[in-house]
């Protein structure tokens, strides 16, 4: 079946730019992450969405920071007033539950900030 | 807290000759393992994971791992390397307490090559 899709593939935009990147999980998976791999930091944790529970948003590294999930299914990251230093591939996954169930990733966004 | 360190951030063998790749982690209480491989351009696939049942995991492509509680490792092997085995491996952990269970902290990576 259908994997964890991801759009756009590549974003480039200007510093101070808003950015939405999108996220449609596997179909009837509950949980969605957002993490972001870039090469100072490595793969890091975003934000968390599990069911109708309150989203743990405790990797999100800014207040420009944000995440929505619309009718448990696809989910958009917006960074606001973008900077140089959130340029990096941002990847989604989804399980079918949270805890140890397997994490399906997308093949990610990468973002490029001038 | 949780964390996980990849011992070696390269690792070059030659073609079917073994791999080891070596993890160690850190958890306040039992841990979920997984070894996650990422090709390049490709997305993250899970090659295997450890959540408390056998300590030897076996994954896809010929790998498996030890989980070893007194060590606090989780070392990731193939008995013969393929050229596609080419890529980088993360290591990854996952603490079963309320507030980081399904969050998943990355090592850094082992970027494998594999020389004809």
């Known amino acids: 079946g259908a994997g964890v899709s991801q759009s756009p593939s590549n974003k480039v935009t200007e510093k101070g730019k808003d950015v939405e990147l999108r996220c449609d999980p596997i179909s009837g998976h509950t949980a969605l992450y957002w993490y972001r791999q870039s090469l100072g930091q490595g793969l890091e944790f975003l934000i968390y969405?599990?069911?109708?529970?309150?989203?743990?948003k405790s990797g999100l590294p800014s207040d420009r920071f944000s995440a929505e999930r619309t009718g448990g299914s696809v989910s958009t990251l917006t960074i606001q007033r973008t900077q140089q230093e959130d340029s990096a591939v941002y990847l989604c996954?989804?399980?079918?539950?949270?805890?140890?169930?397997?994490?399906?990733f997308g093949p990610g966004t990468r973002l490029t900030v001038l | 807290a949780q964390s996980v360190t990849q011992l070696d951030s390269h690792v070059s063998v030659s073609e079917g000759t073994p791999v080891l790749l070596r993890c160690n982690y850190s958890s306040s209480y039992s841990p979920s393992l997984f070894w996650y491989v990422q090709h390049p351009n490709k997305g993250l696939q899970l090659l295997l994971k450890y959540t408390s049942a056998a300590t030897l995991v076996k994954g896809i492509n010929g790998f498996e791992a030890e989980f070893k509680k007194s060590e606090t490792s989780f070392h990731l092997t193939k008995p013969s390397a393929h050229m596609s085995d080419a890529a980088e491996y993360f290591c990854v952990v996952s603490d079963r307490i309320t507030d980081s269970w399904g969050k998943l902290q990355f090592g850094a990576g082992t970027q494998v090559v594999v020389t004809p």
């Open positions: 996954a989804s399980s079918t539950g949270g805890g140890a169930d397997t994490q399906y």
């Open positions: 969405f599990q069911g109708n529970s309150a989203p743990d």
